[in-house]
Protein backbone atom coordinates (compact mmCIF):
# COMPACT_ATOMS: atom_id res chain seq x y z
CA UNK A 1 0.00 0.00 0.00
CA UNK A 2 1.23 3.37 -0.89
CA UNK A 3 0.05 6.55 0.49
CA UNK A 4 -2.57 6.73 4.01
CA UNK A 5 -3.98 3.72 5.43
CA UNK A 6 -4.88 0.55 3.85
CA UNK A 7 -7.89 -0.36 2.50
CA UNK A 8 -10.19 -2.99 0.64
CA UNK A 9 -10.81 -2.85 -3.09
CA UNK A 10 -14.57 -2.92 -2.20
CA UNK A 11 -13.90 0.29 0.23
CA UNK A 12 -11.83 2.02 -2.92
CA UNK A 13 -14.62 1.96 -5.16
CA UNK A 14 -17.39 3.09 -2.39
CA UNK A 15 -14.88 6.30 -2.12
CA UNK A 16 -14.88 6.53 -6.53
CA UNK A 17 -18.43 6.24 -6.46
CA UNK A 18 -18.88 9.43 -3.81
CA UNK A 19 -15.92 11.49 -5.69
CA UNK A 20 -18.15 10.93 -8.83
CA UNK A 21 -21.19 11.88 -7.21
CA UNK A 22 -20.05 15.20 -5.48
CA UNK A 23 -17.95 16.13 -9.10
CA UNK A 24 -21.86 15.90 -10.29
CA UNK A 25 -22.74 17.92 -7.72
CA UNK A 26 -20.22 20.65 -7.74
CA UNK A 27 -20.40 20.71 -12.02
CA UNK A 28 -24.22 21.27 -11.19
CA UNK A 29 -23.64 24.06 -9.09
CA UNK A 30 -21.43 26.35 -11.26
CA UNK A 31 -23.82 25.45 -14.18
CA UNK A 32 -27.29 26.90 -12.04
CA UNK A 33 -25.10 29.67 -10.68
CA UNK A 34 -24.19 30.97 -14.51
CA UNK A 35 -28.13 29.93 -15.55
CA UNK A 36 -29.54 32.04 -12.92
CA UNK A 37 -26.67 35.03 -13.89
CA UNK A 38 -27.81 35.61 -17.82
CA UNK A 39 -29.77 38.36 -18.67
CA UNK A 40 -33.46 38.18 -18.89
CA UNK A 41 -35.36 38.48 -21.97
CA UNK A 42 -38.81 38.44 -23.64
CA UNK A 43 -38.02 35.55 -24.95
CA UNK A 44 -38.36 31.82 -23.45
CA UNK A 45 -35.09 30.03 -21.28
CA UNK A 46 -35.06 27.30 -24.06
CA UNK A 47 -34.36 30.54 -26.77
CA UNK A 48 -32.08 31.98 -24.01
CA UNK A 49 -30.22 29.23 -24.17
CA UNK A 50 -29.56 28.93 -27.86
CA UNK A 51 -32.27 26.33 -28.82
CA UNK A 52 -36.21 26.60 -29.44
CA UNK A 53 -39.34 25.74 -27.27
CA UNK A 54 -40.01 23.59 -30.26
CA UNK A 55 -36.58 21.34 -29.26
CA UNK A 56 -37.27 21.74 -25.29
CA UNK A 57 -41.01 22.35 -24.80
CA UNK A 58 -40.61 22.13 -21.07
CA UNK A 59 -37.86 25.14 -21.16
CA UNK A 60 -40.90 27.03 -22.80
CA UNK A 61 -41.07 29.59 -20.14
CA UNK A 62 -40.70 33.48 -20.27
CA UNK A 63 -36.86 34.00 -19.92
CA UNK A 64 -37.16 35.72 -16.27
CA UNK A 65 -34.68 35.69 -12.82
CA UNK A 66 -37.67 33.97 -11.10
CA UNK A 67 -38.19 31.15 -13.83
CA UNK A 68 -34.38 30.93 -13.81
CA UNK A 69 -33.98 30.58 -9.89
CA UNK A 70 -36.96 27.55 -10.04
CA UNK A 71 -35.66 25.56 -12.78
CA UNK A 72 -31.95 26.28 -11.49
CA UNK A 73 -33.03 25.28 -7.88
CA UNK A 74 -35.50 22.24 -8.37
CA UNK A 75 -32.06 20.65 -10.55
CA UNK A 76 -29.66 21.43 -7.72
CA UNK A 77 -32.47 19.64 -5.55
CA UNK A 78 -32.74 17.05 -7.58
CA UNK A 79 -29.18 15.84 -7.79
CA UNK A 80 -28.67 16.44 -4.10
CA UNK A 81 -31.50 13.53 -3.31
CA UNK A 82 -30.26 11.73 -5.74
CA UNK A 83 -26.76 11.75 -3.96
CA UNK A 84 -28.17 11.03 -1.12
CA UNK A 85 -30.36 7.84 -1.96
CA UNK A 86 -27.50 6.97 -4.21
CA UNK A 87 -24.57 6.90 -1.49
CA UNK A 88 -27.01 4.92 0.54
CA UNK A 89 -26.94 2.67 -2.30
CA UNK A 90 -23.29 2.34 -2.30
CA UNK A 91 -22.62 2.06 1.16
CA UNK A 92 -25.07 -0.99 1.15
CA UNK A 93 -23.13 -2.53 -1.64
CA UNK A 94 -20.26 -1.97 -0.03
CA UNK A 95 -21.35 -3.88 2.93
CA UNK A 96 -22.51 -6.71 1.13
CA UNK A 97 -19.33 -6.96 -0.53
CA UNK A 98 -17.58 -6.54 2.24
CA UNK A 99 -19.34 -9.43 4.25
CA UNK A 100 -18.63 -11.61 0.93
CA UNK A 101 -15.20 -11.34 1.15
CA UNK A 102 -15.05 -12.40 4.90
CA UNK A 103 -16.70 -15.54 3.87
CA UNK A 104 -14.44 -16.20 1.22
CA UNK A 105 -11.50 -15.95 3.33
CA UNK A 106 -13.30 -18.10 5.80
CA UNK A 107 -15.28 -17.37 9.02
CA UNK A 108 -17.41 -19.07 11.77
CA UNK A 109 -20.21 -20.41 9.81
CA UNK A 110 -22.49 -20.69 12.86
CA UNK A 111 -21.63 -17.20 13.69
CA UNK A 112 -21.77 -16.15 10.75
CA UNK A 113 -25.80 -17.85 9.15
CA UNK A 114 -26.83 -17.28 12.33
CA UNK A 115 -30.65 -17.59 12.63
CA UNK A 116 -30.72 -17.17 9.08
CA UNK A 117 -32.89 -20.15 6.81
CA UNK A 118 -31.79 -20.46 3.15
CA UNK A 119 -33.45 -22.78 0.34
CA UNK A 120 -31.41 -23.37 -2.36
CA UNK A 121 -32.15 -25.53 -5.86
CA UNK A 122 -29.26 -28.05 -6.88
CA UNK A 123 -29.28 -26.36 -9.92
CA UNK A 124 -28.11 -22.94 -8.18
CA UNK A 125 -25.43 -24.58 -6.21
CA UNK A 126 -24.45 -26.70 -9.46
CA UNK A 127 -24.42 -23.49 -11.75
CA UNK A 128 -21.91 -21.78 -9.06
CA UNK A 129 -18.98 -23.61 -10.12
CA UNK A 130 -16.79 -22.88 -7.56
CA UNK A 131 -16.54 -23.17 -3.39
CA UNK A 132 -15.72 -19.19 -3.68
CA UNK A 133 -18.99 -18.61 -6.12
CA UNK A 134 -21.16 -20.78 -4.21
CA UNK A 135 -19.97 -18.76 -0.57
CA UNK A 136 -20.70 -15.60 -2.57
CA UNK A 137 -23.84 -16.87 -3.18
CA UNK A 138 -24.90 -18.14 0.58
CA UNK A 139 -23.38 -14.78 1.48
CA UNK A 140 -25.36 -12.60 -0.44
CA UNK A 141 -28.80 -14.09 0.24
CA UNK A 142 -28.05 -13.85 3.69
CA UNK A 143 -27.35 -10.23 3.37
CA UNK A 144 -30.82 -9.28 1.15
CA UNK A 145 -32.21 -11.78 4.08
CA UNK A 146 -30.90 -8.87 6.84
CA UNK A 147 -31.99 -6.24 4.20
CA UNK A 148 -35.04 -6.78 4.23
CA UNK A 149 -36.06 -6.41 7.57
CA UNK A 150 -35.87 -2.51 6.14
CA UNK A 151 -33.47 -1.19 9.05
CA UNK A 152 -30.67 0.14 8.46
CA UNK A 153 -29.39 0.43 11.74
CA UNK A 154 -30.54 -3.46 12.40
CA UNK A 155 -28.21 -4.63 9.45
CA UNK A 156 -25.28 -2.78 10.55
CA UNK A 157 -25.91 -4.85 13.66
CA UNK A 158 -26.37 -7.95 12.55
CA UNK A 159 -23.49 -8.34 9.94
CA UNK A 160 -21.12 -6.39 12.75
CA UNK A 161 -22.00 -9.50 14.58
CA UNK A 162 -21.93 -12.31 11.87
CA UNK A 163 -18.87 -10.96 11.24
CA UNK A 164 -17.47 -9.99 15.02
CA UNK A 165 -16.78 -6.24 14.84
CA UNK A 166 -16.79 -3.65 16.76
CA UNK A 167 -17.85 -0.81 15.76
CA UNK A 168 -18.09 2.48 17.69
CA UNK A 169 -21.50 3.17 18.22
CA UNK A 170 -20.86 7.33 18.02
CA UNK A 171 -19.82 6.75 14.49
CA UNK A 172 -22.63 4.57 13.20
CA UNK A 173 -24.94 7.14 15.29
CA UNK A 174 -23.29 9.82 13.49
CA UNK A 175 -23.94 8.37 9.75
CA UNK A 176 -27.57 7.28 10.77
CA UNK A 177 -29.92 10.70 10.20
CA UNK A 178 -28.09 10.59 6.78
CA UNK A 179 -28.89 6.72 5.55
CA UNK A 180 -32.37 7.08 7.48
CA UNK A 181 -32.78 10.25 5.57
CA UNK A 182 -32.97 7.90 2.21
CA UNK A 183 -35.92 6.49 3.10
CA UNK A 184 -37.85 9.90 3.70
CA UNK A 185 -36.87 10.50 0.06
CA UNK A 186 -38.04 7.93 -1.81
CA UNK A 187 -40.98 7.23 -0.42
CA UNK A 188 -42.03 10.69 1.15
CA UNK A 189 -40.71 13.21 -1.76
CA UNK A 190 -38.52 14.10 1.23
CA UNK A 191 -41.15 14.85 4.02
CA UNK A 192 -39.84 14.12 7.42
CA UNK A 193 -41.59 11.85 9.18
CA UNK A 194 -42.77 12.26 13.26
CA UNK A 195 -40.45 9.26 13.55
CA UNK A 196 -37.98 10.96 11.70
CA UNK A 197 -38.02 14.22 13.32
CA UNK A 198 -37.92 12.91 16.95
CA UNK A 199 -35.13 10.48 16.14
CA UNK A 200 -33.13 13.02 14.27
CA UNK A 201 -34.14 16.39 16.26
CA UNK A 202 -30.91 18.45 14.80
CA UNK A 203 -31.60 17.45 10.78
CA UNK A 204 -33.19 20.62 9.07
CA UNK A 205 -36.73 20.06 8.06
CA UNK A 206 -38.20 23.58 7.13
CA UNK A 207 -42.41 23.07 6.51
CA UNK A 208 -41.49 19.13 7.06
CA UNK A 209 -39.17 18.37 4.16
CA UNK A 210 -35.61 17.90 4.54
CA UNK A 211 -33.01 20.93 4.09
CA UNK A 212 -30.71 19.17 0.85
CA UNK A 213 -28.29 22.43 1.67
CA UNK A 214 -24.55 22.09 1.07
CA UNK A 215 -24.29 21.36 4.79
CA UNK A 216 -26.66 18.57 4.61
CA UNK A 217 -24.68 16.51 1.52
CA UNK A 218 -21.55 17.51 3.11
CA UNK A 219 -22.41 15.91 6.43
CA UNK A 220 -23.96 13.07 4.14
CA UNK A 221 -20.68 12.51 2.48
CA UNK A 222 -18.68 12.68 5.78
CA UNK A 223 -20.51 10.69 8.27
CA UNK A 224 -21.31 7.60 5.89
CA UNK A 225 -17.65 7.26 4.38
CA UNK A 226 -16.38 7.84 8.39
CA UNK A 227 -18.69 4.66 9.04
CA UNK A 228 -17.68 2.37 6.06
CA UNK A 229 -13.90 3.35 6.70
CA UNK A 230 -14.81 2.42 10.69
CA UNK A 231 -15.92 -1.13 8.94
CA UNK A 232 -12.72 -1.59 6.70
CA UNK A 233 -10.54 -0.78 8.71
CA UNK A 234 -12.36 -3.69 11.29
CA UNK A 235 -12.40 -5.64 8.03
CA UNK A 236 -8.68 -5.49 8.35
CA UNK A 237 -7.68 -5.57 11.54
CA UNK A 238 -9.55 -9.02 11.66
CA UNK A 239 -7.93 -10.23 9.03
CA UNK A 240 -11.04 -11.02 7.09
CA UNK A 241 -10.03 -10.13 3.78
CA UNK A 242 -7.93 -11.78 1.47
CA UNK A 243 -4.76 -10.17 -0.39
CA UNK A 244 -5.83 -10.00 -3.97
CA UNK A 245 -9.52 -8.31 -2.45
CA UNK A 246 -6.95 -5.43 -0.80
CA UNK A 247 -5.72 -2.49 -2.86
CA UNK A 248 -2.04 -2.67 -3.70
Request: charged share 25%.
Amino acid sequence: MTGGLPKTKAYHRFQQRCDYYETDLQLCELLVRDFVSIADSTSSVAVALGSTKAQHPRLGQLNSLRTRQIRGGHLRQTLSASFVKDIYEDFVEFFGETMTRAAQKGIDPGRFAGEVKLDFQARDILAAGSWDNLVALISQRIFRALENERKTALLISKVSTRLGLTIDTAVIDAAMPYLDARHMLVHQDGRADDQYRRNYPGIAAPRGKIRLDNAFIAATRSTIDGLARAIDAQIIAHNLVRPEHMCP
